[in-house]
């Protein structure tokens, strides 16, 4: 049937790929126009044309100015935008290019695409997934599904070729998957077992990929050329574009020699240097210490060691530097490192899988894929868990202030719902307006607003402290649905999240909040032990359990290290 393909697509900070299953529910790779497996994620904006891939990352040094990259870093934020000829640009016009240039090639080869799975970070808010769902129904999409990056990396394992070894071992198998992509550092402990995949707990950075493993070697070079020059080629957009492409190329070239050559240019001035894997690792001592801290850190707060990890599985381009993998073998001691899968192709092949997983029981499946494979992916399931901790914002009665009521915690089975009751704030309120929040990947910000449900036209004469009882549902694709109703008179709202771009102001931590629509949590509130799929309900607790984030730390090179060797000079 027309439309109808298992399509899965990994839309990068760095670079993207599309894939589709064929009859014998194998991933296959679409090539891009250029003949690449995968397509940089860079848009370059002409005044009358827009290029994606490989030509508009050439153009960038010639104009940097109309070029933009990353913008996935940047898709939870609604206040962000790239002005190029008067035009405000978005990071979902961005990825809606980039996905649209995949998909036209693609549907040259198995023709029309209305359907793909699409993969985030696990760490992605809310916002972000939405804004990614957007960006596919830009480019031309009529349905978009999303999965967890790590996640798909994981069926990409133990349902592909690469994982037939599993049937030989043990029923119950953990495996941590490490996904350490351009620009996010993905991290899941999944648990496998015959024809189930059930992740046990995520963590992460969405601000810690290769991209920031680039800028600390550039940040070297650009010193020790300013100290030798007393210029900064960082100062200029055209030799920065050039400095970050030599650098691209040369951590690529690390990976797999122990040196590489790197060209800097700038204001007449060229300097060739040599630099050692041992010179980046040094660079980059903090940032390892980043991984390794999330990684450990994943263990002891769930209470677990090395011992109940039976795989170390790695994935994502950035994994290939020689320093992160001797990381992950000096943490996992005995474990074995498993490289089997392909950084660059095995999180877009696990997302066809989930696709071909999500269609196995429709009746057009059959026009796509052979009974073998639909009898395969059919009886295989994933069970995913929340990033982040769900809760209400009340009003802290004492303070004023607002402050998270956790309901759902971080790392709880999906689909999964609770219920809690609270109060109305004064006699006589007319309204109530729940303000839903999730935690902070961050560690300057505890929580992140992301929608409200209101009740209003409340009758006169309640009580202060009347009980509303609320239901927060969170959905297998990670979507929420809150509801609540006064029980004194019946009055109910229920709502899928409202963006938070149609919310008024949301009081940030340390604000005094208004009374008027406020809600409290009462001392003898109920609460609902969370219901969730073929897991122990647990009851619920009021901490935040946020993703482990650590932020931002920059080496530095001291100005007498002797890090750089002159190869030629040309002045």
Same mark, same amino acid.
């Given at each position: 049937m027309a439309g109808h393909h298992a399509v899965g697509i990994d839309l990068g900070t760095t670079y993207s790929t599309i894939a589709y299953l064929n009859?014998?529910? *194998?991933?296959?790779?679409?090539?891009?126009?250029?003949?690449?497996?995968?397509?940089?994620?860079?848009?370059? =904006?002409?005044?009358?044309?827009?290029?994606?891939g490989t030509e508009a990352l050439r153009n960038s040094i010639r104009a940097p100015q109309r070029v933009i990259s990353a913008a996935?870093?940047?898709?939870?934020?609604?206040?962000?935008?790239?002005?190029?000829?008067?035009?405000?640009?978005?990071?979902? +016009?961005?990825?809606?290019?980039?996905?649209?240039?995949?998909?036209?090639q693609a549907r040259q080869v198995i023709g029309e695409i209305e359907h793909a799975v699409i993969t985030v970070p696990a760490q992605f808010t809310d916002l972000s997934r939405s804004r990614t769902a957007e960006a596919g129904l830009k480019a031309g999409l009529k349905q978009v599904d999303i999965i967890n990056e790590p996640v798909a990396a994981a069926l990409c394992y133990v349902i592909g070729s690469e994982g037939m070894?599993?049937?030989?071992?043990? *029923?119950?198998? &953990?495996?941590?998957?490490?996904?350490?992509?351009?620009?996010?550092?993905?991290?899941?402990?999944?648990?496998?077992?015959?024809?189930?995949?059930?992740?046990?707990?995520?963590?992460?950075?969405?601000?810690?990929?290769?991209? +920031?493993?680039?800028?600390?070697?550039?940040?070297?070079?650009?010193?020790? =050329?300013?100290?030798? =020059?007393?210029?900064?080629? &960082?100062?200029?957009?055209?030799s920065l574009q050039a400095l970050a492409l030599e650098v691209e190329q040369t951590k690529r070239s690390l990976s797999v020699r122990p040196k590489a050559a790197l060209n800097v240019a700038h204001k007449g001035y060229r300097k060739t240097y040599l630099v050692e894997q041992g010179q980046f690792e040094k660079l980059s001592a903090k940032l390892l210490e980043r991984i390794e801290s999330i990684t450990q850190g994943l263990l002891r707060d769930n209470k677990l060691g090395w011992a109940h990890v039976d795989v170390v599985l790695?994935?994502?381009?950035?994994?290939?530097?020689?320093?992160?993998?001797?990381?992950?073998k000096k943490m996992a001691g005995y474990k074995t490192l498993n490289s089997t899968l392909s950084p660059d192709l095995s999180i877009a092949h696990g997302a066809t899988y989930f696709a071909?997983?999500?269609?196995?029981?429709?009746? =057009?499946?059959?026009?796509?894929?052979?009974?073998?494979?639909i009898s395969k992916l059919s009886k295989f399931k994933q069970i995913d868990v929340n990033s982040r901790?769900?809760?209400?914002?009340? &009003?802290?009665?004492?303070?004023?202030?607002?402050?998270?009521?956790?309901?759902?915690?971080?790392?709880?089975?999906?689909?999964?719902?609770?219920?809690?009751?609270?109060?109305?704030?004064?006699?006589?309120?007319?309204?109530?307006?729940?303000r839903l929040v999730e935690s902070g990947n961050?560690?300057? &910000?505890?929580?992140?607003?992301?929608g409200e449900c209101e009740i209003s036209s409340l009758p006169p004469g309640l009580p202060e402290g009347s009980v509303i009882d609320v239901k927060l549902e969170y959905g297998a694709d990670a979507r929420v649905k809150v509801s609540a109703k006064v029980r004194k008179t019946g009055h109910s709202a229920h709502t899928e999240v409202i963006r938070q771009e149609s919310i008024k102001k949301t009081a940030l931590p340390g604000e005094r909040a208004a009374q008027e629509e406020e809600i409290i949590l009462l001392e003898d509130a109920d609460v609902s032990e969370i219901q969730e799929p073929k897991a122990q309900a647990r009851v619920v607790n009021s901490t935040p359990q946020s993703g482990t984030s650590v932020k931002t730390q920059k080496s530095s090179l001291a100005d007498d290290d002797p890090f750089w060797k002159l190869i030629n000079e040309d002045q």
């Open positions: 009859e014998h529910g *194998e991933p296959v790779t679409i090539p891009n126009v250029d003949g690449e497996m995968t397509t940089p994620s860079v848009v370059l =904006f002409e005044k009358s044309k827009v290029i994606v996935k870093r940047y898709m939870g934020d609604p206040t962000k935008t790239w002005e190029i000829d008067g035009r405000q640009i978005t990071p979902v +016009d961005v990825s809606a290019y980039i996905l649209e240039s995949l998909l036209k070894w599993f049937t030989e071992l043990a *029923e119950d198998q &953990r495996i941590l998957v490490v996904d350490l992509g351009g620009g996010t550092y993905d991290l899941s402990l999944v648990s496998y077992r015959k024809n189930e995949v059930r992740v046990i707990a995520s963590s992460g950075d969405l601000n810690l990929g290769g991209l +920031d493993f680039n800028q600390v070697l550039l940040n070297g070079l650009a010193r020790q =050329f300013q100290k030798e =020059f007393g210029l900064d080629p &960082r100062n200029d957009r055209e790695a994935t994502g381009g950035a994994s290939r530097m020689p320093m992160v993998q001797q990381l992950l071909g997983m999500l269609m196995s029981d429709q009746d =057009f499946a059959r026009s796509v894929l052979n009974s073998q494979a901790s769900l809760g209400i914002l009340v &009003r802290n009665e004492t303070s004023g202030q607002r402050e998270p009521n956790w309901l759902i915690p971080a790392n709880t089975p999906l689909p999964a719902s609770c219920t809690q009751t609270y109060g109305t704030v004064i006699a006589n309120q007319s309204k109530v307006t729940l961050a560690v300057d &910000r505890d929580f992140v607003p992301v």
